[in-house]
């Protein structure tokens, strides 16, 4: 099975900052490899799949790069609305799906 | 728009059946290239994959959950469901049903997703 592990677990950043997040698979998944944005009380919502391409709607300050195992998701300037737990999730083992554990995007 | 509404009990005792049911309005369950999912979250907790339908009912499920776990489709009436039966308080969270869609030929991604259902488990 395939293990995703995201870092760091969570993160304190300001308004305007860069934000860099990390995921990573236990083996090669190319670009099978899927970000989602979980506000609380909320259901998650879509990002960015296919590692880089921006699902419609979503701001282009989100972008995603990667392949094989190594995966980041980059805020390029953190706006307040930002502020929420971030998964990554891999679909190269279809039909199988796994999420890694989140990383909680939370204000200095 | 697409949009998917889960509906059941919030409440189910121990070793019972868990049932839930989700709603689409806004478009068809019947295209090729979607699979309608099921997700749980337990509390303050990731999100776990339960399994998925495809339109004309193959499904998929979690090997952690096989043994337990039933889902079903109604595509006339625009719904599909989970049964996850011998429940316990493990089974506490919040479910929600998604659509997992087919993008550039091969990439699968959950694009729709419903608000989510709490249920507890207990007596």
């Known amino acids: 099975d395939i293990q995703m592990t995201q870092s760091p677990s969570s993160l304190s950043a300001s308004i305007g900052d860069r934000v860099t997040l990390t995921c990573r698979a236990s083996q090669s998944i190319s670009s099978y490899l899927n970000w989602y944005q979980q506000k609380p009380g909320k259901a998650p919502k879509l990002l960015i799949y296919?590692?880089?391409t921006l699902q419609s709607g979503v701001p282009s300050r989100f972008s995603g790069s990667g392949s094989g195992t190594d995966f980041t998701l980059t805020i390029s300037s953190l706006q307040p609305e930002d502020f929420a737990t971030y998964y990554c999730q891999e679909s190269h083992s279809t039909p199988q799906k796994t999420f890694g554990g989140g990383t909680k995007v939370e204000i200095k | 728009q697409l949009q998917l509404q889960e509906s059941g009990p919030g409440l189910v005792r121990p070793s019972e059946t868990l049932s839930l049911t989700c709603s689409v309005s806004g478009g068809s369950m019947g295209g090729r290239g979607y699979y309608w999912s099921w997700i749980r979250q337990h509390p303050g907790k990731g999100l776990e994959w339960i399994g998925y339908?495809?339109?004309?009912?193959?499904?998929y499920y979690n090997p952690s959950l096989q043994s337990r776990v039933t889902i079903s489709i109604n595509t006339p009436r625009k719904q599909f469901s989970l049964k996850l039966s011998s429940v316990t308080a493990a089974d506490t969270a919040v479910y929600y049903c998604?659509?997992?869609?087919?993008?550039?030929?091969?990439?699968?991604?959950?694009?729709?997703w419903g608000q989510g259902t709490t249920v507890i488990v207990s007596s």
């Open positions: 998604a659509r997992d869609s087919l993008r550039q030929l091969y990439y699968y991604s959950m694009d729709v």
């Open positions: 296919a590692a880089s």
């Open positions: 339908i495809y339109y004309t009912g193959s499904t």
